[in-house]
T-cell receptor
Framework: NAGVTQTPKFQVLKTGQSMTLQCAQDMNHEYMSWYRQDPGMGLRLIHYSVGAGITDQGEVPNGYNVSRSTTEDFPLRLLSAAPSQTSVYFC??????????FGPGTRLTVT | QQQVKQSPQSLIVQKGGISIINCAYENTAFDYFPWYQQFPGKGPALLIAIRPDVSEKKEGRFTISFNKSAKQFSLHIMDSQPGDSATYFCAASDKIIFGKGTRLHILP
């Protein structure tokens, strides 16, 4: 099992550009989440999904879009990148919504 | 509005000592309290978790102490080792709210 995989590992964007962060899991978990991690701020929930076709907002959803067409994949879209979105992004999956398995992260810089 | 408050922000402990990290929560509906460990450049990994029906859970050198009436829980790392140097996050259920993290450094 690969667990939770994220691509790319690193990305640099210019302000206003859009991009998609990919996340996939092979554990057949229903729950998937996206977090951002900023220094001194811990992990903040952006969006989450409790199953294919079902998504909901977390604590900091503005500027991000998600969809869940399959159990395995949960991409995060940045619609128009801003410097405030410079962060490390983690995807996580869970069978129950509690024990979470995190991916290795994507480090995003917006200039 | 932060629902899980973690302290201290950073902690330095001698090898062999006890590391203690504390968390406080606000929502009495929370019913699952995990601790995650994160090494530099890696994603967090679940270390140990507790439910509010018990006051303590031990796994090897790691122990969670839980005080339901005070709405507090803590992580104790016994016989701390340099390999324990990492950032630790407490969290609480309801879409898993994380504390801001504690950077732990164990002196060799």
């Amino acid at each position: 099992n690969a667990g939770v995989t994220q691509t790319p590992k690193f990305q640099v964007l210019k302000t206003g550009q859009s991009m998609t962060l990919q996340c996939a899991q092979d554990m057949n978990h229903e729950y998937m989440s996206w977090y951002r991690q900023d220094p001194g701020m811990g992990l903040r929930l952006i969006h989450y999904s409790v199953g294919a076709g079902i998504t909901d907002q977390g604590e900091v959803p503005n500027g991000y879009n998600v969809s869940r067409s399959t159990t395995e994949d949960f991409p995060l879209r940045l619609l128009s990148a801003a410097p405030s979105q410079t962060s490390v992004y983690f995807c996580a999956s869970s069978r129950t919504g509690l024990e979470q398995y995190f991916g290795p992260g994507t480090r995003l810089t917006v200039t | 509005q932060q629902q899980v408050k973690q302290s201290p922000q950073s902690l330095i402990v001698q090898k062999g000592g006890i590391s203690i990290i504390n968390c406080a929560y606000e929502n009495t509906a929370f019913d699952y309290f995990p601790w995650y460990q994160q090494f530099p450049g890696k994603g967090p990994a679940l270390l140990i978790a507790i439910r509010p029906d018990v006051s303590e859970k031990k796994e090897g050198r790691f122990t969670i102490s839980f005080n339901k009436s005070a709405k507090q829980f803590s992580l104790h790392i016994m016989d701390s080792q340099p390999g324990d140097s990492a950032t630790y996050f407490c969290a609480a259920s309801d879409k898993i709210i994380f504390g801001k993290g504690t950077r732990l450094h164990i002196l060799p």
